[in-house]
């Protein structure tokens, strides 16, 4: 028995991870631009669902009606106002843009929430479900519920819509797609906003489960970039499979070496997948 909890333990926090990474798989995928304000957009999210909570009594789960919108036009702002202007530009480059970004907008998160850890404590809470001996608290699995039900909608819009068959057609062959007549400037700026939408969302959902404050948003980052790694770039799929891979890691590593050490397993996955297998479990060798 105690062996089913961590499995589902692990699919529950892997699926977390899963909606964590794949906007920033995305981004990084088609632009190639490694957007380290990821983890800032995951922490606004969170303080908007904690924000609509106390102030008009809106659920988290109907905060995602709006952090979608909002997480999408303020990525495709950035994106077309500056992120475009560097675009073709090494990646360093890129890099050292949204590193800078980021600082601005974390500090202004500083400024305006401050450091201290908040809460969103749901009234009535939700409880735990028991089901043969098995417990799962029944925030977590609403939050796993939503997070593949989103990077299920994300893997749709990617397949079945116009600008989504653009997005794969640009991370495929940018050049062949614009002599196709793909607007690659506005594409680009459209991937940026999914992301940027991804991971305002997955901060909604996290906020129902761990505390928010802006000095989280490292560690959000850094899940993101392993899960991309253990997966593969610019792929839902591969977003879906790492995210899993790596829950299921911390949830047995927890159960043999401690919780203290998740940190320490993740980044040692990491280094052994880089060495052996830097495509990840679903990429490609090669691609770039």
């Given at each position: 028995?105690?062996?089913?909890?961590?499995?589902?333990?692990?699919?529950?926090?892997?699926?977390?991870?899963?909606?964590?990474?794949?906007?920033?798989?995305l981004v990084w995928g088609?632009?190639?631009?490694?957007?380290?304000?990821?983890?800032?957009?995951?922490?606004?999210?969170?303080?908007?669902?904690?924000?609509?909570?106390?102030?008009?009594?809106?659920?988290?789960?109907?905060?995602?009606?709006?952090?979608?919108?909002?997480g999408f036009a303020f990525?495709?702002?950035?994106?077309?106002?500056?992120?475009?202007?560097?675009?073709?530009?090494?990646?360093?480059?890129?890099?050292?843009?949204?590193?800078?970004?980021?600082?601005?907008?974390?500090?202004?998160?500083?400024?305006?929430?401050?450091?201290?850890y908040r809460r969103l404590?749901?009234?009535?809470?939700?409880?735990?479900?028991?089901?043969?001996?098995?417990?799962?608290?029944?925030?977590?699995?609403?939050?796993?519920?939503?997070?593949?039900?989103?990077?299920?909608?994300?893997?749709?819009?990617?397949?079945?819509?116009?600008?989504?068959?653009?997005?794969?057609?640009?991370?495929?062959?940018?050049?062949?797609?614009?002599?196709?007549?793909?607007?690659?400037?506005?594409?680009?700026?459209?991937?940026?906003?999914?992301?940027?939408?991804?991971?305002?969302?997955?901060?909604?959902?996290?906020?129902?489960?761990?505390?928010?404050?802006?000095?989280?948003?490292?560690?959000?980052?850094?899940?993101?970039?392993?899960?991309?790694?253990?997966?593969?770039?610019?792929?839902?799929?591969?977003?879906?499979?790492?995210?899993?891979?790596?829950?299921?890691?911390?949830?047995?590593?927890?159960?043999?070496?401690?919780?203290?050490?998740?940190?320490?397993?993740?980044?040692?996955?990491?280094?052994?997948?880089?060495?052996?297998?830097?495509?990840?479990?679903?990429?490609?060798?090669?691609?770039?």
């Amino acid at each position: 028995m105690l062996l089913l909890q961590v499995i589902l333990n692990g699919i529950v926090l892997g699926s977390l991870y899963a909606c964590i990474a794949v906007g920033f798989s995305l981004v990084w995928g088609v632009l190639n631009v490694i957007n380290l304000m990821h983890g800032s957009f995951i922490v606004l999210g969170s303080y908007l669902a904690w924000g609509a909570y106390n102030g008009l009594g809106m659920a988290p789960w109907t905060t995602l009606l709006f952090a979608a919108p909002l997480g999408f036009a303020f990525g495709y702002a950035i994106q077309r106002g500056v992120l475009n202007r560097v675009i073709a530009a090494p990646v360093l480059v890129t890099l050292t843009l949204t590193f800078g970004l980021d600082l601005m907008l974390n500090n202004a998160m500083l400024v305006g929430f401050r450091a201290d850890y908040r809460r969103l404590i749901l009234e009535p809470a939700l409880g735990s479900l028991s089901v043969g001996g098995l417990v799962v608290p029944v925030d977590r699995l609403v939050a796993t519920g939503f997070a593949l039900v989103l990077t299920l909608a994300l893997y749709l819009v990617l397949r079945q819509s116009k600008a989504g068959r653009a997005i794969v057609a640009v991370r495929m062959d940018r050049d062949a797609a614009r002599l196709m007549g793909v607007d690659v400037p506005s594409t680009y700026a459209t991937a940026f906003g999914l992301g940027a939408a991804m991971a305002a969302c997955a901060g909604v959902l996290l906020a129902m489960i761990f505390p928010i404050s802006p000095i989280a948003s490292g560690s959000y980052l850094g899940k993101a970039f392993v899960v991309c790694v253990l997966g593969g770039l610019g792929s839902v799929p591969g977003a879906v499979v790492g995210g899993l891979f790596l829950g299921m890691v911390e949830s047995f590593g927890s159960l043999a070496f401690g919780p203290e050490h998740a940190v320490t397993l993740s980044f040692s996955l990491l280094i052994l997948f880089l060495i052996f297998r830097p495509q990840g479990l679903m990429g490609k060798r090669g691609y770039e």
